[in-house]
């Protein structure tokens, strides 16, 4: 029983205490309750998330370094990007000062050889337009960032971006300055090499001058540019210098005959184009039923059909042009043409044969040839044989026969139905002088026996004609010398003595001294 009323009594004063003191309540006090979508950071719960917040995140760092790249076209490259403590940070990658991505999104200027692993760059298919700096960023702030730039280099063949002289004119006036530029692009940096008709110029690189040019520096240059990675590039550009006519002459004389067809030819180079008009006497040619004119590039032709004798003279090719004039003159005539030196050789005798071609519509009737010694004054004359001709060309062989030792000089002229040619340029030659005999030494003579030595006469030129002197003989027996003046004929332009007298002499010589013995 008492147990039971203990327990009732712990059950009412815990009932006891557990009601409100109504005294205490304040019926007036309104509860403030949360309003819908409103956090309450007034809960205990709040306020510990708000402390976990405040933890430091570790700042990135970033585990690549700066590098140089170096490909070839149409190769691969991967850009490494490599972080730590990065995963909740924006990066993004720039070419220069372009953004090529911003985390995953590729923006659209960049094409698809553009991709990410991870935050590696890779460039497939690669350009030389892919050659530049390559910057993977990672924003802290507005103020802060971390990067790391790799520079990218495109192995490329050189390409000519532009080839041009300056002002961009190609036709420059004589006396002027020629100035060319060629561009070139390329990795490495092409070498600039420049030419003219094949020909490597002294100059190299971007830019070439050429002072005080005249129209022999007109022409195609060439630009070639090389940086040994194939192939090399080459662009061309015609270059012409406007200059005054220059005016040129296939022969300064033509030789004719009545009633033939002849042609008076010039060449003419001129920038601009020169006018050309043919001239006789100082009065232009006309064109008539016997005259006419032809052209072709830059020859120039003045035809005369069946020639008259009023035809022959001097005529002039004359052009002219904005920078200036020039001319030419030709004759036309009946007369052989200047004598025109062919060979110089040495014939089977050691004699000297002077070869000319001469030139006639005229039968020739004779030639001349003057020759001498250098050191001398006075000319010699030889007369060649003249010979069929081989269409109008006659060909003239001059033989000079026991010349002594000695440089010589020889002219030709010719002679036909309208007279003498002018003499053809001097040809110098050189002669070794004929063979000499020498006296043979007696084998084993005795006292009795004499020594006769034959000296013989020289001949003085080659006109085949030998002056006469004395044959002298002289003996073994000394002081004591005989002497006979016998004068003799040279036979044949050989110079060479009688044979008869001088054997009876040698006789008459022998059988004295026998006799005197």
Not at 466 to 493: D, L, N
Request: net charge negative; hydrophobic share 30%.
């Amino acid at each position: 029983m008492r147990v039971i009323y203990f327990g009732a009594l712990l059950i009412f004063l815990c009932t006891a205490n557990g009601r409100p003191n109504t005294q205490e309540v304040d019926y007036d006090l309104e509860i403030a309750l949360p309003e819908d979508g409103v956090q309450n950071d007034n809960y205990d719960y709040e306020e510990g998330e708000d402390e976990e917040g405040d933890d430091e995140v570790p700042a990135p760092i970033f585990n690549t370094r700066p590098r140089d790249f170096m490909v070839k076209e149409n190769e691969t490259v991967e850009l490494p990007c490599e972080v730590e403590n990065a995963d909740t940070f924006v990066f993004m990658w720039k070419k220069n000062n372009e953004i090529v991505y911003q985390d995953t999104l590729r923006f659209s200027s960049f094409g698809n050889n553009f991709q990410l692993n991870k935050r590696s760059l890779i460039i497939s298919n690669v350009g030389a337009n892919e050659t530049a700096n390559y910057t993977c960023t990672i924003p802290l702030s507005k103020e802060e960032n971390l990067s790391v730039t790799h520079h990218l280099y495109v192995q490329t063949a050189p390409k000519i971006e532009s080839l041009k002289a300056l002002h961009d004119s190609t036709q420059i006036d004589a006396g002027k300055s020629l100035v060319l530029t060629c561009k070139a692009i390329g990795f490495p940096k092409p070498t600039i090499v420049w030419s003219k008709k094949g020909h490597r110029l002294s100059t190299e690189g971007e830019t070439i001058s050429i002072e005080n040019v005249s129209h022999h520096d007109a022409g195609d240059y060439q630009c070639l540019a090389d940086n040994r990675i194939e192939p090399p590039a080459h662009k061309f550009i015609h270059i012409s210098v406007a200059h005054q006519p220059v005016v040129t002459i296939e022969k300064l004389t033509v030789n004719s005959d009545e009633n033939l067809d002849s042609q008076l030819i010039c060449y003419v180079r001129a920038v601009p184009k020169a006018e050309v008009v043919w001239k006789k006497d100082g009065l232009n040619v006309v064109k008539n039923e016997r005259v006419d004119f032809k052209h072709h590039n830059h020859t120039y032709i003045l035809e005369i059909n069946k020639v008259k004798v009023s035809d022959f003279g001097v005529y002039t090719c004359s052009a002219y042009n904005r920078v200036g004039n020039n001319e030419k003159t030709i004759t036309l005539t009946g007369f052989p043409s200047l004598a025109e030196h062919v060979d110089t050789s040495h014939d089977s005798d050691k004699n000297v044969v002077v070869v000319w071609n001469v030139e006639s519509n005229s039968p020739v009737a004779q030639y001349e040839i003057q020759y001498k010694k250098v050191a001398n004054s006075d000319w010699l004359i030889l007369h060649p044989e003249v010979s069929n001709a081989e269409g109008n060309l006659y060909t003239v062989n001059g033989t000079f026969t026991n010349l002594p030792g000695g440089h010589y000089e020889a002219k030709l002229r010719s002679r036909n139905t309208y007279g003498w040619s002018d003499y053809s340029p001097v040809v110098h030659f050189k002669s070794g002088g004929h063979h000499k005999h020498k006296p043979h030494k007696p084998a084993q003579n005795s006292e009795d026996t004499p020594v006769v030595i034959i000296h013989e006469p020289q001949a003085f030129d080659g006109s085949g004609i030998t002056e006469g002197g004395p044959v002298i003989i002289q003996t073994s027996e000394q002081p004591a010398v005989q002497k006979s003046e016998i004068s003799y004929e040279g036979t044949g332009g050989n110079g060479s003595s009688n044979v008869l007298p001088t054997l009876l002499l040698l006789c008459i010589s022998l059988l004295s001294t026998q006799y005197s013995r």
